[in-house]
């Protein structure tokens, strides 16, 4: 069975904190794809990032970095330096060669920075 | 990178009616599916619709409650029949754009139409 855990239902935290979100997948696949999306209040959801199996280089974009551990079955999320906008709820989510593309979603994780 | 609009945005509809939703897409596409997010929840596929072919539903989605439409490869609808309260969510339609190792790119997504039933 393909699933998505995101074990953090909401976390809190300060401007300027670090932050790192939680993502556990399963799959019997060998080849699958692994994303971010953050929706803010405002509803829409925005891509973050897409990783596939083969690929297990962390990655990150200014503020952003992920780290992609098959051994764990794991992507996590950071956010460093965290900031009022990053307020949001983030997705992570599972596709996988056969099924379509089709994306498996993970239940979330709502963030709120504090000023 | 494909940019998705869906109408209308938002709507309050009375149960028992039925509200037919729009997805056009600015480039053509193969496939676009249709997600629900029900208030506080994750999102879930409802279905996958390919050009030509009949949509192909997930499990807990039937066809007579959300029949939707492909006519080209640019649009898709989406309809929801006889509407209970508990169809209120938000419905997004989804497109995906191909790298050339022939894996997924990018899922993009809509704005989502927000829907209230009364």
């Known amino acids: 069975a393909q699933k998505v855990t995101q074990a953090q239902t909401e976390i809190s935290v300060v401007e300027k904190e670090d932050v790192t979100l939680d993502c556990v997948y399963e799959?019997?696949?060998?080849?699958?794809?692994l994303f971010w999306y953050k929706q803010p209040p405002s509803g829409e959801l925005v891509f973050l990032i897409r990783?596939?199996?083969?690929?297990?280089q962390n990655e990150i974009s200014g503020r952003y970095s992920w780290n992609f551990q098959k051994s764990t079955s794991s992507f996590n999320f950071t956010i460093t330096a965290s900031q009022v906008v990053d307020s949001a709820v983030y997705f992570c989510?599972?596709?996988?060669?056969?099924?379509?593309?089709?994306?498996?979603f993970g239940a979330g994780t709502r963030l709120a920075v504090h000023p | 990178s494909a940019v998705i609009s869906q109408k209308p945005s938002r709507d309050i509809c009375q149960r028992g009616t039925s509200l037919t939703i729009q997805c056009q897409v600015d480039?053509?596409?193969?496939?676009m599916f249709w997600y629900r997010q029900q208030p506080g929840q994750s999102l879930t596929l409802i279905a996958t619709?390919?050009?030509?072919?009949?949509?192909?539903?997930e499990s807990g989605f039937v066809i007579d409650k959300f029949p939707i439409s492909r006519p080209n490869l640019t649009f898709s609808t989406l309809t929801v029949s006889n509407m209970s309260p508990e169809d209120s969510s938000i419905y997004l339609c989804?497109?995906?754009?191909?790298?050339?190792?022939?894996?997924?790119?990018?899922?993009?997504f809509g704005p989502g139409t927000r829907l209230t039933v009364t």
């Open positions: 989804s497109v995906e754009d191909w790298d050339v190792a022939g894996g997924p790119y990018e899922q993009y």
């Open positions: 799959t019997r696949d060998t080849t699958y794809y």
């Open positions: 990783r596939n199996s083969f690929d297990e």
């Open positions: 989510a599972l596709t996988f060669s056969g099924g379509y593309n089709k994306l498996i």
């Open positions: 480039s053509q596409v193969t496939m």
């Open positions: 619709a390919n050009q030509g072919s009949e949509a192909t539903y």
